[in-house]
């Protein structure tokens, strides 16, 4: 257990329906990252926030795809109108600071769209 | 995409050390080689990184070559627990950068007893 949770950690939706994920991060942690890994590939960066800012987005999150961290603390991805290649594992990491501090990851919410 | 090259898989008798190379030619001088794992159903878990010395932690050992363009993770006593996709990682240290990892395949090491 690294001290970032997520939930839920496993969601099976239709094709069309809306998710969302939430993510609890390490608590003095001010970064937070969410990756996306589909079966066999390793993980790929969706989005970073510092505090409460959104300061980054992949050019993979479209505009389906919307994450928010009110008050620099937990983080929700949301997925609207899911479609089957959503279907992936969701990371979320958190990391203190500037530097290259170590990334701690959570379990990951698997997602499958049916 | 990724800046580094690892073979696919891995095979490593428990007990052995196991020696995970990684290229990664292109490295600037800034840029510090990181290595992770993920155990199957898990995110992954940090083991270390370093910048041109080697570095050594509780969990493994990586040895930098003098050109930098290359690296080895060396797990010195495999168990059958440390069965995981390794990911050796390029990226800058400090600031500027947001920091994101950038992950290739990895490679698949399989500890047998």
């Known amino acids: 257990d690294t001290g970032v949770s997520q939930d839920p950690r496993h969601k099976i939706t239709k094709r069309g329906q809306n998710v969302t994920f939430r993510c609890d991060p390490i608590?003095?942690?001010?970064?937070l990252y969410w990756y996306r890994q589909t079966l066999g590939q390793g993980p790929e960066f969706l989005t970073y926030f510092q505090n409460e800012a959104q300061l980054e987005k992949s050019r993979l999150l479209s505009d389906r795809f919307s994450a928010e961290r009110p008050k620099g603390s937990f983080s929700t991805l949301e997925i609207q109108r899911t479609e089957q290649g959503d279907s992936a594992m969701y990371l979320c990491?958190?990391?203190?600071?500037?530097?290259?501090?170590?990334?701690?990851f959570g379990p990951g919410t698997r997602l499958t769209v049916l | 995409d990724a800046k580094t090259t690892q073979p696919t898989s891995m095979d490593c008798a428990e007990g052995r050390a196991a020696n995970l190379p990684c290229n990664h030619s292109t490295i600037s001088g800034n840029e510090y080689v990181y290595w992770y794992r993920q155990i199957h159903s898990q995110g992954p878990q940090y083991i270390i990184h370093?910048?041109?010395n080697n570095e050594t932690n509780e969990m493994a050992s990586l040895i930098i070559t003098e050109d930098r363009k290359s690296s080895t993770l060396i797990l010195p006593h495999a168990t059958l627990r440390d069965t995981a996709v390794y990911y050796c990682i390029v990226r800058e240290g400090y600031g500027g950068s947001q920091g994101n990892l950038i992950f290739g395949k990895g490679t698949k090491l399989s500890v047998k007893p």
């Open positions: 370093g910048l041109k």
């Open positions: 990491a958190s990391t203190w600071g500037v530097t290259h501090n170590e990334q701690f």
């Open positions: 608590s003095e942690h001010n970064r």
